[in-house]
């Protein structure tokens, strides 16, 4: 029983690692950034190369891709998403743009394969990453094994989801992007730079994949298109949760994390996610607006 | 002019125009008619990561005749297409090079999926598909040439030495959800039942799906002793890791697959694999001379120096000779020259001695069974002392004294009773 | 006003012209190559009859065309030669044998517990009918919950992106029904009153041809009809139509059914012009892509999507063929998406719009009147939307 | 005078408050009535309730003989009841004629809207209706291009196209100019005697222009009934809603 919850917990962390940046770009932004998988795939790639080149360890690469990913959703902001707030669906097609862009420029090593110069670390294939020891195998706590690894995803989304919340509600910056979020005009009117903090917060929604993008490369296999399935995943969180709640994407991540954990124990894997879609097209027919929600922009 | 160009790079394999000078220069002294292939691999989206590999070794093959004198004195110059991993761009790219570009012969994909989607314009224009990857069997094609592994010549070894040597008796079959793991486990069943060993549980997981906790969990409590992986591709990694993640070894529960390959565990660490096994006709470890230097032009030619070759690159390189020499047999390049040509035709391939079998267009290979060792290199445990007869119906019955499959294609009635 | 509807009229009959002449220049694998992507282009008429006309962007476009491509690949495979081989007096897929239980029954209706779902298949009509039907029921179906419930915009997009990744893992999961991950492959031809379609036939270009005619023509004729106004009245302001005594839930439902109605033809069509029929139909990344072929040519313009498709996978497929892109294409079309979002939003059909509004004026200036034959470049009508 | 609008003890509550209690009210066929009131008496609330979009908990509505009480939107707009809402709202992207165009299918079933372009019966009305708004050298003009006022009366228009036997105008002139709001009262007073027209207004200059009988609300309930002269004079709505300044000096 311990082993199941224990198992739909680590679930639910790993959906809202992801959704968490998501939670942020779209519930405060209100850009469906569908690229959100490739920072997390950047995050990744992050922790193979900065192994490869700079000899870093695998928690070193944790500030390293955040800063990254940070720097790279930066840009975009002020490339392409700048010019498309408030048309929501445009976002997401030019996102998808950015991605398809994103998952070439490693695939073709940034173009210079075209000259047969290869990068290690890069290109094609799948790529290793490197995890220390002590974080492999089990931990007995109370008589039961606990995958450490696992473990550590949860205590760093749940780290992550605090220092988020510490932001968004506790800070000076956070009180202007909740502003933002509710009347981007009036916000501005009220002396807030929108262009400077919208910036902001897209690059810390896109460090937060990047770190996510980390955590997934030690467990999961690191490839180009790795990013493109959890974007939906990560999105049907958001959505689940209620846009622009963060308490509702954390429930809405543990509520499907333990559905699928549950089901997949009872029946199995494949059903369980047919389960997930299902309950979360049922949550949005019951409850349109998601379990928590607010009127945002 | 533009065609020149074009075959130039391709030959290059990623546009190293070094590699294709020996080729260029040939071309110019013979002034031969070129004669044209197809190479069809994914070299974007998912399933790039294996096909690029199966693509370069494609073109190194082609580029390695050409150097050497082509075919009949006649070079080769490759068109390269992208199966973009999509059946839908697969078939349409099958028609460009057979209908549009009137090729007759095609090398190429890797998934099941991909062979299917492009299987029609093949049979019905008439035109040769050279396929390396092993698949599921239950195909007899007159206008494929399959140089990979069917399931009797990966698992007829496999399942009663894991049972007899490693005294395992109770297996967990997991793979993902799609006809190859399905299939294999369908043989799998029949020989533990033949070995007398059973199995607890036979799970799947969705293609490409990477969430293995709540299926090691399973395998944790299932109380079996080893465990048959079809698993394919990318989840791979994502398994052997939450296997150790999960406290599991290999020493005691070893993972005994059918697919796990070079460049995953090359992906994953071998750490996570070490004690584990493949069965496989070829792995990069077998210590010839002769595979030892196909390594090393590999990876020169791919420019990586830590590239890894596998079973499906393998069938990818020598399966270019395969039909190099059955033109030359020919002494023409039809569809029917290639494929009466190749029936039976012999090649030194970097694993061994490869016969193409004269009735079903399979090839014979050396099963083998190696353990994962530090290094990332597979030590084999286990070989057939010659290579066997491929067998695509074995799960319904089919045995080498009682072929389904012949040259006249499919007998039906064998099939119906099983 | 009367200048803008001559070009747009101008611009319909041109299309038209050019994909009815288009075989008479072209070899056979250019004309089947088309003829899937003229398919594409039904498919962008439905995304932009659901989307830019009706507001609603269905992400699960693909679960339509898939419902209709297996439908009649069902029958198809039914009808091919493989399948009357295996040993039964009635055809029976030869994929249902081989992943049935050892020693099960070798008749259609007994094979497996969903076998007999495939005997009405026998004919091909059924096929046919359910191609269209499945979509209709499967739309009406979600879309009566959906539009009651006043969901809308992006919740109905998060809704139907996971059900057609609902209904594909099924299809998948469903191997001895469905053959999985492999699909219908190995079909026989489709037949109309024992003439075959060839998928390298030119007949089978035209059958594709005159079916986007009349999607095209007809789905253009639907929203200038009074129920095509109030539709997209509803778009605009769907509180305003329902105080205007408009029941909103049944315009938004009858227009996502025709939607579905049309790709379920597409994906019917694209069987007969590919031979064979996959669950990648229902990846999202189709469905997505679907939805970029509207955005390109113009969302809001029936004629500008269906271009804006078949213009960009020839763009695709050319530069996807040529030695220099055959790795790198993909990057090319990201980048002309993220440039046409930004700079181009009303997509090809929207420039083509503006160009012929400044036409229009240069001719209001000198005085002169128009004739339909002089303006070639403006080949796609504007649309009714911003 | 036949009763166009009945309304019988309707109320309905928000988490526990009571945004209109118990009330009553007729309205004959061709009145034009205007409903007084500060912020939160209820006014608005009461239109939602009439209109449908609000569901009541008590009480019921009648037009004429038809019980609509908790009917949807669309069947009360149907049963000839027009709302206008206090932020006009109008299909932006149409014509001021595509926008009337819409307005006139009166058939709601998208059977009988199969069919292209307008009877000729219905684009007559069309034009008398542009005229009436004044709107006629706009007609071909985008929606999203008219000025605040003359939004307000296109979405006038669309409702008078439809011919309703209730007219319902929440804040006819909110946020307009003296002009335009002289204008609006012109229109209004055109529709009077053809229609039966609610009112919801601030502006008391508008109201005097326009107004034969007031109701004027207070928390949620109806406090008085009558000629302008009348609430003018009455105590209750002097003591509870005007204070001691009286209606005269709160329009200024």
């Known amino acids: 029983m311990f082993d199941v919850i224990f198992i739909g917990l680590s679930l639910g962390s790993i959906l809202l690692l992801v959704a968490l940046g998501l939670a942020i770009t779209y519930g405060a932004m209100g850009v469906i950034n569908m690229a959100h998988g490739e920072m997390v795939m950047v995050g990744a790639y992050t922790t193979v190369m900065g192994g490869l080149w700079l000899h870093i360890g695998f928690l070193a690469s944790l500030p390293l891709a955040f800063v990254i990913t940070g720097l790279l959703g930066w840009a975009i902001e002020r490339i392409v998403v700048r010019r498309l707030y408030g048309r929501l669906l445009d976002t997401l097609l030019a996102t998808w743009g950015v991605a398809i862009l994103l998952q070439q420029a490693v695939r073709l090593e940034f173009g210079l394969s075209f000259f047969g110069i290869h990068i290690r670390g890069l290109g094609p294939g799948l790529q290793n990453v490197k995890v220390p020891a002590w974080m492999t195998g089990v931990v007995s706590i109370g008589g039961d094994q606990v995958n450490i690894y696992r473990l550590f995803i949860i205590l760093v989304t749940a780290a992550l989801t605090f220092v988020t919340w510490l932001l968004m509600f506790r800070s000076d910056i956070g009180i202007q992007v909740r502003a933002i979020t509710r009347n981007p005009r009036m916000a501005a009117a009220c002396g807030i730079d929108v262009q400077r903090i919208n910036a902001l917060t897209f690059a810390y929604g896109s460090g937060l994949a990047g770190v996510a993008g980390v955590m997934m490369s030690g467990f999961k296999t690191v490839f180009p298109d790795m990013g493109s399935a959890m974007v939906v995943d990560g999105f049907m969180v958001v959505v689940v949760g209620g846009v622009g709640s963060l308490l509702g994407s954390v429930l809405s991540a543990g509520l499907l994390g333990q559905v699928n954990g549950g089901v997949a124990a009872v029946t199995n894997d494949i059903l369980a996610r047919a389960v997930v879609f299902g309950l979360v097209i049922l949550i949005i027919i019951i409850k349109p607006t998601g379990l928590f929600s607010f009127k945002g922009r | 002019m533009s065609l020149n160009r074009r075959s130039l790079l391709k030959a290059s394999g990623i546009g190293a125009s070094t590699l294709a000078m020996p080729y260029f220069f040939h071309r110019s002294a013979a002034a031969a008619e070129p004669l044209r292939v197809g190479v069809l691999f994914s070299l974007t989206g998912g399933l790039s990561i294996i096909e690029k590999s199966l693509s370069d070794a494609t073109m190194m093959a082609i580029t390695e005749i050409n150097a050497s004198g082509g075919v009949m004195g006649r070079p080769i110059e490759a068109v390269l297409e992208d199966g973009a991993s999509d059946p839908k761009t697969y078939n349409e790219k099958a028609s460009k090079l057979v209908i549009g570009d009137k090729i007759v012969t095609v090398f190429g994909s890797y998934t099941s999926a991909s062979r299917k989607a492009v299987l029609p314009v093949f049979e019905k224009h008439d035109a040769m598909y050279f396929y390396p990857t092993y698949y599921e069997g239950f195909e007899c094609s007159r206008n494929v040439v399959y140089t990979g592994a069917v399931p009797n010549q990966q698992l007829s070894n496999f399942i009663p030495w894991i049972v007899k040597t490693l005294g395992k008796k109770k297996f967990f079959i997991v793979g993902s959800n799609y006809i190859y793991p399905r299939e294999m486990a369908k043989v799998c069943k029949i020989l533990m039942k033949q070995n007398g060993a059973t199995y607890v549980a036979d799970e799947y997981l969705e293609l490409g799906d990477s969430e293995w906790g709540s299926m090691v969990n399973k395998i944790k409590n299932s109380g079996c002793d080893a465990v048959l992986s079809n698993v394919v591709g990318d989840s791979v990694v994502a398994f052997y890791r939450e296997y150790k993640n999960q406290g599991l070894t290999h020493e005691t529960l070893p993972i005994c697959a059918t697919v796990t390959s070079e460049i995953e565990i090359a992906a994953m660490g071998p750490e996570y694999a070490v004690g584990s096994y493949t069965s496989f006709p070829y792995f990069m470890a077998i210590d010839t001379p002769r595979n030892k230097a196909f390594v090393q032009r590999y990876r020169s030619f791919v420019k990586d120096p830590k590239a890894v070759t596998h079973h499906a690159l393998e069938s990818s390189y020598f399966q270019v000779f395969l039909w190099k020499q059955a033109v030359e047999k020919a002494g023409k390049a039809t569809a029917d020259a290639v494929r009466e040509g190749v029936r039976g035709q012999e090649f030194d391939s970097p694993g061994g001695h490869v016969t193409v079998d004269p009735n079903n267009l399979h090839t014979y290979l050396t099963p083998r069974i190696a353990q994962w060792q530090a290094d990332g290199q597979g030590k084999i445990v286990n070989a057939y002392p010659h290579p066997i007869e491929p067998l695509p119906y074995v799960a319904y019955g089919e045995t080498d004294s009682n072929l389904f499959c012949t040259r006249n294609g499919l007998d039906v009635a064998k099939l119906r009773k099983s | ?386 | 005078m036949t009763v166009a609008l009945t309304i019988d003890g309707i109320g309905v509550s928000f988490a526990g408050v009571k945004a209109v209690d118990n009330v009553s009210m007729l309205v004959h066929e061709g009145e034009l009535r205007v409903l007084l009131g500060a912020n939160g008496a209820g006014k608005t609330t009461l239109m939602d309730l009439i209109s449908g979009k609000t569901r009541s908990t008590d009480g019921r509505v009648f037009l004429f003989e038809t019980e609509i009480t908790n009917w949807s939107p669309n069947r009360i707009a149907r049963a000839g009841i027009g709302r206008k809402f206090q932020i006009p709202s109008v299909f932006r992207d149409f014509s001021v004629r595509g926008n009337l165009n819409v307005a006139s299918c009166t058939d709601p079933r998208i059977r009988s809207n199969l069919g292209i372009g307008i009877p000729r019966t219905r684009r007559q009305r069309i034009e008398e209706v542009l005229e009436l708004t004044g709107l006629a050298e706009f007609a071909e003009t985008p929606a999203a291009n008219l000025s605040h006022g003359q939004t307000q009366w296109l979405e006038l228009g669309m409702l008078i196209v439809q011919n309703p036997k209730l007219l319902l105008l929440d804040e006819p002139t909110a946020g307009m100019t003296q002009n335009e709001t002289h204008k609006t009262a012109e229109i209004i007073k055109g529709l009077r005697g053809q229609h039966t027209i609610l009112v919801v207004e601030h502006d008391m200059a508008f109201v005097r222009e326009i107004a034969e009988q007031i109701t004027v609300m207070h928390l949620g309930r109806v406090l008085a009934e009558g000629s302008m002269t009348a609430i003018e004079r009455n105590e209750a709505v002097r003591h509870a809603y005007l204070g001691s300044y009286g209606i005269s000096a709160e329009a200024v």
């Not at chain 3, 029904?177 to 060839?198: R, S």
């Not at chain 3, 012009?273 to 990846?283: I, K």
């Not at chain 3, 996807?320 to 993909?330: D, G, L, M, Q």
Request: glycine share 10%; proline share 4%; aromatic share 12%.
């Open chain 3, 1 to 386: 006003m009367i200048t803008q509807r001559r070009l747009d009229r101008a611009a319909y009959i041109l299309f038209i012209a050019l994909i009815l002449l288009a075989p008479l220049v072209l070899g056979d694998f250019w004309v089947n190559r088309i003829a899937k992507f003229l398919v594409f282009g039904i498919v962008a008429v439905a995304v932009s009859l659901c989307w830019g006309y009706g507001g609603i962007l269905n992400l699960g476009q693909g679960l339509f065309f898939g419902a209709g491509a297996y439908m009649l690949a069902m029958s198809l495979k039914l009808a091919s030669a493989t399948s009357m081989q295996q040993g039964s007096d009635h055809p029976v897929p030869d994929f249902m044998l081989w992943n049935a239980d050892p020693g099960a029954p070798t008749e259609l209706c007994c094979i497996n517990r969903g076998s007999f779902l495939w005997l009405p298949f026998q004919w091909q009509w059924f096929g046919v009918v359910m191609g269209i039907l499945l979509p209709v029921l499967l739309a009406g179906g979600l879309g009566l919950v959906v539009f009651r419930k006043r969901i809308a915009g992006v919740f109905v997009s998060v809704i139907t992106l996971a059900l057609v990744l609902l209904v594909r893992l099924v299809v998948i999961d469903a191997q001895p029904l469905t053959n999985g991950f492999n699909g219908l492959t190995d079909l026989g031809t489709f037949h109309v009153a024992g003439f075959g379609f060839d998928p390298y036939a030119r007949a089978t270009y035209y059958l594709v041809a005159g079916f986007l005619i009349l999607t095209l023509v007809g789905s253009r004729l639907l929203v200038e009809t009074r129920a095509g106004l109030i539709l997209q009245a509803i778009r605009d302001d769907q509180n305003r139509a329902r105080y205007l005594g408009f029941d909103v839930p049944i315009y938004q439902l009858f227009f996502f059914t025709v939607s579905a109605a049309i790709s379920g033809l597409a994906g019917m069509l694209y069987v007969i012009v590919a031979e064979f029929a996959s669950p990648t139909f229902m990846d999202l990344s189709f469905s997505i892509t679907m939805v970029v072929w509207a955005a390109l040519g113009g969302r809001a313009s029936l004629l500008g999507a269906c271009i804006g498709a078949i213009l960009i996978n020839v763009i695709a497929a050319s530069i996807s063929e040529t030695a220099t892109f055959v790795e790198a294409w993909k990057a090319i079309i990201g980048v002309v998406f993220v440039l046409v979002v930004l700079y181009l939003p009303r997509g090809l059909a929207g420039f083509a719009q503006d160009f012929g509004e400044r036409l229009e004026r240069r001719f209001a200036d000198s005085g002169k009147t128009t004739t339909p034959g002089v303006i070639p470049q403006a080949q796609v009508p504007r649309g009714q939307a911003p």
